[in-house]
Every structure is written in structure tokens, then in C-alpha cells.
């Protein structure tokens, strides 16, 4: 099955610190990621869609400034949190999909990022 | 009105119990259907496609309503390890994904 590979699984940083993290798929190219956020026990909250050597588009309310994506090739996507403060302290999770006909997202196993 | 609606719950089911989720959708245009599975602090893994003619996979059986516009999954023989959030998800315009909220299920001994 399709395989999406996330890094770094957990992230303790202090406060003012920018975090990145990667998302890459495996066996299959990436037409499209996503990037979501999840805060304990609430539901997935979609922050920005990236389709290939394109500008990601951004859920409304989120900070395009403040969560850098770049998704430069079909196998790697990458999300930056820039200056991050304990708000900032949650579940990060991508998905990937190929973006062909009735392909689901498969997603990586999710970033934990508690800020200091 | 949200393009994905599902009962949160909780599911509170003995093992052994046959319980079933719905959600319904919003677009008719919609294209694809799944459900996923999350466990608590990890991400969703993709369940089952739902197709239109119903599908069943072990114990789990998907099915499609398009007039109505829901989608259902059916659990046989609740095991302990069932235990999760099920998520459904409805793809409407090439990568536009529809999350439902998710449906709590606790399967007790």
C-alpha cells in the first residue's frame, strides 16, 4: 500500500524556535499534500493544500507567513512553523494523494510539536 | 451547512454487537467515498473505499446511498480493537477532501 513517511515523529522546542518538518511519500508521487492540525480530542482541521512546484493555499484563519510550506518535488512536501510559541503546540499530520481519479490520501504518522 | 456531517457519538457496544455509523454529504457532484480509522493521538489510516454497489471487507461492510447522499459503515462482531474514531471522508473536486468530524466507538468487554 502507499506509504507516507513523516519527520520528526515528536519535537520539544523552546519558544521563538522554527520547526520544520517533512513529509514524503514513498511509492507513489504526490500530485498533492495537505497539511492538517489536531488538537486533543478535536477533529482534523485542514490548514493548506500543496499541489506540486506550486504556492500552497491556505485554509482561511491560517497564517501563511507563520506555517511555511514548500513542496518542491513530487515526493516531498515540507511545513514550517516560523517563531513558534506554545499555541503553536499541537498534532501536525500530512497527507498525500496522487490527485488520480478516486485515489484516497494516505497519511504520514503525524508530528507532535509541544512548544516551551 | 457542512459539506460532511456525522454523528460524533459516542458508540458505547459490547464485543460481539453489530453497530453501524452514517454520514451524509452535502454535494451531490461528490466523487469518491472512505472511511478511515484514527486511534487515539495517531493519524487516520484509510479503512475501505466506499463503491457504489457496497463493499464488504471481513467484518466491515461499506455501503453507498447517492439519492439520500450517505454513506454507512457496518460493524459485525464488535472486537475490543475496535475501538477508535471513524472518520468518513468524501472527495468532491479532484483534491478537494471532506472530512466528517469522526464518530467515537468504544467496544466494551
Known amino acids: 500500500g502507499a506509504v507516507v513517511s513523516q519527520h520528526p515523529s515528536w519535537v520539544i522546542c523552546k519558544s521563538g524556535t522554527s520547526v520544520k518538518i517533512e513529509c514524503r511519500s514513498l511509492d507513489f508521487q504526490a500530485t498533492t499534500m495537505f497539511w492538517y492540525r489536531q488538537f486533543p480530542k478535536q477533529s482534523l482541521m485542514l490548514m493548506a493544500t500543496?499541489?506540486?512546484?506550486?504556492?500552497?493555499?491556505?485554509e482561511q484563519g491560517v497564517e501563511k507567513d507563520k506555517f511555511l510550506i514548500n513542496h518542491a518535488s513530487l515526493t516531498l512536501s515540507t511545513l514550517t512553523v516560523t517563531s513558534a510559541h506554545p499555541e503553536d503546540s499541537s498534532f501536525y499530520i500530512c497527507?498525500?494523494?496522487?490527485?488520480?481519479?478516486?485515489?484516497?490520501?494516505?497519511f504520514g504518522d503525524g508530528t507532535r510539536l509541544s512548544i516551551l | 451547512r457542512k459539506e460532511v456531517e456525522q454523528d460524533p457519538g459516542p458508540f458505547n457496544v459490547p464485543e460481539g454487537a453489530t453497530v453501524a455509523f452514517n454520514c451524509t454529504y452535502s454535494n451531490s457532484a461528490s466523487q469518491s467515498f472512505f472511511w478511515y480509522r484514527q486511534d487515539c493521538r495517531k493519524e487516520p489510516k484509510l479503512l475501505m473505499s466506499?463503491?457504489?454497489s457496497g463493499n464488504e471487507d471481513g467484518r466491515f461492510t461499506a455501503q453507498l446511498n447517492r439519492a439520500s447522499q450517505y454513506i454507512s459503515l457496518l460493524i459485525r462482531d464488535s472486537k475490543l480493537s475496535d475501538s477508535a474514531t471513524y472518520l468518513c471522508?468524501?472527495?468532491?473536486?479532484?483534491?478537494?477532501?471532506?472530512f466528517g468530524t469522526g464518530t467515537s466507538l468504544t467496544v466494551i468487554p
Open positions: 497527507s498525500a494523494s496522487t490527485g488520480i481519479g478516486n485515489q484516497p490520501q494516505h
Open positions: 471522508v468524501v472527495n468532491s473536486w479532484g483534491n478537494q477532501f471532506y
Open positions: 500543496s499541489n506540486e512546484g506550486s504556492k500552497a493555499t491556505y
Open positions: 466506499v463503491y457504489s
